[in-house]
């Protein structure tokens, strides 16, 4: 728009640009004052049509024809989809068209423009605007979150600097005690020899006086011993230790330093939010033709309910009893620890930080075991925790049902801070079934947060504000035994798995539901489930009581 003519200031004449408009030619489309009116009427070249300006609202500013130049579109063509004059519809190319009058198509098309520019000037523009403030708000606080990062992976560098720093000291200690004994051996040695050394002088002293004397009774009572010294003392040997360095496998140390998950940047269309490409997103992994069972632990329960990856070679498992273990890749028990209850743990997850969480459904407690002490973190009342999961955030998740049996939630802690429920969609109607103690949860690459639902027989899958996104209650093409989800995890590829506990199988889904694949693998009643930093899957038998491990990437 002409800065002249804003809202706030006079009109004015588009030819004199001084005198405020009184005046519109129709013809022309030109706004005139008073006295430019009559100069612009000496034009007697044109048939101008000068109204008041306050009337050219209401009067249509018809456009000559340009097949006709004395003529006016003053009619609209269905057909076409364009204003034509009365010639063209009577003797021209528009001759038999539909026609209607063009001020009724401009007083739709009028209505229609006035409601487009309500919606853009009070809800898509106002919308824009809020998008601009929340993205400033967010640059704003780049610097302190990405600082927070940075001040994280130097702790973590001073953490690691430390544990070298203490493990060259005692590897130094443990030389120089080796050192020590070595001179010790040496020294002992060494007086031996002297020793002996000294005895040989005396005796060939001894033997240059009896020489020396002539006497005979020294000489008959001489006894030899070179016999005795022919032997040498005993030489002590010392093999050097010797420093075994190991190659050091920059994959294993980068993985224990710590693992950053990648930027993700979504792009967010109504009200649904859709992952763009992300910037450092993963590699992308195939599914296997045939997944593969690479290794089988014996975990020495009766019954196996939960496995959980502390490392690419070490699991911590749950089963019957009140004991949880940690075991490698070859069943070799390396900690064990009970439940501070005595009752068996009901679930069992990982954080962040390799420290280990468990639910006891029975005390309505939450722990976390560090260092191998158990500390109870959240007590609920009315409500008792089932299945649980450590987040991206190193929140945690933890499906619940209350004590009468009738609900069921998911409930989001940072420590002992509940920071989201999610219990109902949007039209009020619960989201999991109150029935059933096994709700296994996961969270996926995408933030959605996945429950395998057991009592449902579906796996219900919210987005990060606790929307519905989909449910999905196995293949249409399964005529066994039903769907039974029971364990559920997620990989870098943002695939959800779901053990089928009655068809012995897992079902591999897209981020959106979307049915894959099943992985067999001859699999026994699989129950628990976790993937790896690799993307293994480890799958927690009931029956057999083994995790099997299998590459199906």
Same mark, same amino acid.
């Given at each position: ?27 022309? %489309? ?154 010790? #051996? ?88 859709? =992952?763009?490409?992300?910037? $450092? ?12 069972? +690479?290794? +089988? ?17 070490? &699991? ?41 969480? *468990? +639910?006891?459904?029975?005390?309505? +407690? ?10 109870? &973190? ?9 299945? &649980?999961?450590?987040? #991206? #955030? ?26 989201? =429920? ?10 999991? $079934? $109150? ?16 429950? #395998?639902?057991? $009592? ?29 989800? *029971? ?30 694949? *099943? ?23 009931? %029956? ?10």
């Amino acid at each position: 728009m002409h800065p002249r003519r804003s809202g706030q200031e006079v009109l004015l004449c588009d030819l004199c640009e001084t005198v405020p408009l009184q005046s519109h030619c129709e013809l022309c %489309n030109i706004n005139l004052c008073k006295a430019c009116v009559g100069e612009h009427l000496s034009d007697s070249s044109k048939r101008h049509n000068v109204v008041p300006f306050l009337h050219i609202k209401s009067t249509p500013n018809y456009h000559k024809c340009p097949d006709h130049a004395d003529k006016h579109c003053e009619i609209y063509c269905e057909k076409c989809g364009i204003p034509v004059c009365l010639t063209c519809v009577t003797s021209g190319k528009h001759k038999g068209h539909d026609i209607s009058d063009i001020l009724e198509k401009l007083g739709a098309k009028t209505e229609s423009l006035q409601k487009d520019l309500k919606e853009l000037e009070t809800r898509i523009y106002p919308r824009y605007e809020e998008m601009v403030s929340n993205v400033e708000t967010e640059k704003a606080e780049l610097e302190t979150k990405y600082g927070k990062l940075t001040t994280d992976a130097d702790q973590q560098g001073e953490i690691l600097h430390r544990e070298v720093t203490a493990i060259v000291n005692r590897r130094k200690s443990a030389i120089a005690e080796m050192k020590t004994k070595h001179l010790d #051996a040496l020294n002992k040695n060494t007086d031996e020899i002297t020793q002996k050394m000294a005895e040989l002088k005396q005796i060939m002293s001894d033997l240059k006086s009896i020489l020396k004397s002539n006497d005979v009774s020294l000489t008959s009572t001489y006894k030899s011993r070179n016999s005795e010294f022919r032997t040498l003392p005993p030489k002590v040997r010392v093999t050097l230790p010797s420093f075994s360095a190991q190659k050091i496998n920059k994959d294993q140390l980068n993985e224990m330093f710590g693992s950053l998950l990648p930027l993700s940047i979504n792009t967010e269309h109504g009200d649904a939010m859709k =992952s763009a490409e992300a910037v $450092s997103s993963p590699p992308v992994k195939p599914l296997l033709d045939e997944p593969r069972v +690479t290794v +089988t632990i014996d975990t020495g329960y009766n019954n196996l309910y939960s496995v959980s990856c502390l490392s690419e070679d070490q &699991v911590w498992t749950c089963g019957n009893n009140e004991t949880m273990k940690l075991l490698n890749l070859q069943s070799k028990l390396l900690t064990s620890i009970q439940t501070k209850s005595g009752d068996r743990p009901w679930d069992i997850a990982v954080t962040r930080d390799g420290d280990l969480v *468990y +639910t006891d459904e029975y005390k309505h +407690t939450i722990n976390l075991i560090k260092n191998k002490k158990i500390q109870t &973190v959240i007590t609920l009342q009315g409500w008792g925790p089932l299945n &649980v999961c450590c987040t #991206a #955030a190193n929140d945690l998740l933890v499906t619940m049902y209350s004590d009468d049996r009738e609900q069921s939630k998911v409930v989001r802690y940072s420590g002992s801070t509940e920071k989201q =429920s999610i219990q109902f969609d949007d039209q009020g109607r619960p989201l999991y $079934s $109150s029935s059933g103690l096994y709700k296994h949860i996961s969270e996926n690459k995408n933030l959605d947060i996945c429950v #395998a639902d057991f $009592s449902a027989r579906a796996v219900v899958v919210v987005n990060q504000s606790g929307k519905l996104r989909f449910r999905y209650t196995g293949h249409p093409s399964n005529t066994e035994q039903s769907f039974t989800p *029971y364990g559920i995890t997620t990989d870098s590829q943002s695939h959800i798995l779901t053990a089928d506990d009655n068809n012995d199988r897992i079902h591999i889904l897209d981020q959106d539901g979307q049915f894959l694949r *099943y992985i067999h693998c001859h699999l026994k009643s699989p129950f628990g489930l976790c993937v790896d930093i690799r993307d293994n899957l480890f799958v927690a038998e009931f %029956n057999t009581a083994k995790v099997k491990k299998i590459q199906y990437l």
